[in-house]
């Protein structure tokens, strides 16, 4: 079964709200998540690293004001998605690695099952 | 920053075996891995090459020639539900988890 539980799977909104995803590591604790988006037919682009208890790594590039990420615990990290307009649209992919016992000397993400932005 | 080069697309029949190739340019490069992602899907794990050599998990295996900044991933016997994308990624620094993705390669298998 899903060892990372991502919710909403699919949001539509208007223009200029915001929207918050949550992502949860089910059976393990995840002092690192990490979140991703996709468009259509394209690549997975890291956007940053959630730390728990600490300020996110942000990719070059990525807003840290408009893609706010907050990681209180150590199974739940959450991406708030600002003033969301359509360019924001696609898909956002939430991944943990449990370091202690599946895979981790392999380096295995598990992934959520991605929610679906659309604005409007 | 990195890149990283796969085809766009492999075609195949049941039965045959398809080998996915990957190469990539990045600064410090810890591990190669390879994930599978059906449409709409998750990204699920497939395989991670950290040192040369290569690395069997039942019919997918991986490859990885870091001289070469070259990797591969190999399917065997291919069954229909093997159609997806696959990407290749590379982990940079020792952060284990920031994964950089390829453009992905969509396999289609044929009956």
């Known amino acids: 079964g899903a060892v990372v539980s991502q919710h909403p799977s699919r949001v539509i909104c208007k223009s200029g709200t915001s929207v918050k995803i949550e992502c949860r590591s089910l059976d393990f604790q995840a002092t690192t998540m990490f979140w991703y988006r996709q468009f259509p037919k394209q690549s997975l682009m890291l956007m940053a690293t959630s730390n728990e208890g600490s300020k996110a790594t942000y990719e070059q590039g990525v807003e840290k004001d408009k893609f706010l990420i907050n990681h209180a615990s150590l199974t739940l990290s959450t991406l708030t998605v600002t003033s969301a307009h359509p360019e924001d649209s696609s898909f956002y992919i939430c991944?943990?690695?449990?370091?202690?016992?599946?895979?981790?000397?392999?380096?295995?993400?598990?992934f959520g099952a991605g929610t679906r932005l659309s604005v409007l | 920053g990195q890149s990283l080069e796969q085809p766009s697309e492999v075609t195949a029949v049941e039965g045959a075996i398809v080998q996915i190739n990957c190469t990539y340019q990045t600064s410090g490069f810890y591990g190669l891995s390879w994930y599978q992602q059906h449409d709409g899907g998750a990204p699920t794990f497939l395989s991670y090459n950290a040192l040369d050599g290569l690395e069997e998990t039942g019919r997918f295996s991986s490859f990885l020639s870091r001289s070469d900044s070259y990797g591969y991933l190999l399917l065997q016997e291919l069954q229909m539900k093997d159609s997806a994308s696959y990407f290749c990624a590379v982990t940079r620094g020792s952060t284990l988890g920031r994964l950089y993705f390829g453009r992905g390669t969509q396999l289609t298998v044929w009956p």
């Open positions: 991944s943990a690695r449990d370091q202690v016992r599946r895979g981790a000397a392999k380096n295995i993400q598990y």
